[in-house]
């Protein structure tokens, strides 16, 4: 737009005044000091993090009404829809003053705008197609994700206030999230961009705490290890039976270690060394984030109650079923998004 507006000439009359309007609304604003009006106005100093200024807070100066409808309407204007100037004429026309909520339309524009150049977004349900993943910035998709789970937030945060449920319009954003951050290759990235995925997708399903929550709880997280990682080179003796370039998702809670391995479409769980306490007892395991997502067909139908045939054996181990998924291991994303999955799983022992 800024090609189209800056380098051909303009008639005269309210064409001209609209479109010098609308390229003034893309351009970020800057405040005497060469700092973004919204960073100024929060007192960012040089050395911040900029995603920091999009941190969502329902008492923060965003305006939720208007800020819930940027996706949407950052959605729109990429994808060529003529129509959405006049469908969002509202929100151009708040845009307009109020700098903080500019700001972040500058910035969904931009991560959403990167993460759209090689594939449609609600293409990635099934993470197929050429997704050249390598030419889109990992940092902006991070910082998106952050933007995504923190509107759902604002959004739960607002419902309970006003005695409504909003819990289907978070679940989709943190949908989007999930699937986001299949695409960020660097571990440490997509660590930071869903660190806060699993407490706000808790909010979202309720505080339902499944039968057996009483007893001792291990929480296991994974060991991010990038996209499409393969066995360790420094292996331990649990993984030594297994191959090297068998895909895994390795686990670990409090000097626990355990992991996540594919049989065909089958997910198997592997646990080793657990208290005696669990000896000779079923378990009952737990996944926050296996609701959000439909391709992995937990074993009993419910991610928050997946209770093993087996038992724990005399040495503390356990291979167990979790359920069946077409994803895949052993293709870069698809094991991202199975990793994130896992951010969280707990392992207790089953009523």
């Not at 700098?99 to 197929?128: F, K, R, S, V």
């Not at 007893?215 to 060991?223: E, G």
């Not at 000896?279 to 992995?296: A, D, H, K, N």
Request: glycine letters at 8%; proline letters at 5%; aromatic letters at 4%.
């Amino acid at each position: 737009m800024d090609k189209q507006f800056d380098h051909n000439a303009m008639a005269p009359g309210s064409e001209s005044r609209l479109a010098q309007w609308l390229l003034q609304l893309l351009r970020e604003p800057k405040s005497d000091a060469g700092i973004p009006a919204a960073a100024s106005r929060h007192g960012a100093r040089p050395g911040h993090r900029p995603e920091a200024l999009l941190e969502l807070q329902v008492e923060s100066s965003y305006h939720l009404p208007f800020y819930q409808q940027l996706p949407d309407f950052v959605l729109a204007q990429l994808r060529g829809d003529e129509e959405a100037t006049l469908r969002y004429a509202t929100l151009l026309y708040h845009l307009v003053g109020c700098a903080e909520c500019h700001q972040a339309y500058l910035e969904i524009y931009d991560a959403m705008g990167a993460a759209l150049h090689e594939t449609d977004t609600y293409a990635m349900y099934g993470l197929g197609g050429n997704r050249g993943a390598g030419v889109t910035p990992q940092r902006m998709l991070g910082h998106l994700c952050r933007t995504l789970i923190s509107q759902a937030e604002a959004i739960l945060k607002q419902a309970r206030r006003s005695h409504q449920d909003d819990a289907e319009a978070a679940r989709a954003l943190l949908q989007l999230a999930l699937r986001m951050s299949a695409r960020i290759g660097q571990s440490t990235i997509r660590q930071s961009a869903t660190q806060d995925l699993v407490r706000v997708a808790t909010l979202a399903q309720g505080s339902a705490v499944p039968p057996g929550s009483g007893a001792q709880v291990y929480q296991y997280t994974p060991t991010l290890t990038g996209a499409g990682a393969r066995g360790k080179t420094v292996r331990r003796a649990d993984v030594l039976s297994r191959p090297l370039e068998q895909p895994v998702i390795h686990l670990q809670a409090r000097g626990l270690h355990g992991s996540i391995t594919q049989r065909e479409r089958t997910l198997e769980l592997h646990l080793q060394h657990l208290d005696p306490q669990t000896y000779s007892q079923r378990l009952l395991i737990t996944v926050p984030l296996g609701s959000l997502i439909e391709p992995v067909r937990w074993r009993g139908g419910n991610p928050l109650a997946i209770r093993s045939e087996q038992l724990v054996d005399a040495q503390g181990s356990l291979v167990m079923t979790l359920g069946e998924t077409d994803l895949n291991l052993s293709d870069p994303e698809e094991h991202n998004l199975l990793e994130t999955l896992f951010l969280l799983l707990e392992v207790r022992v089953s009523a």
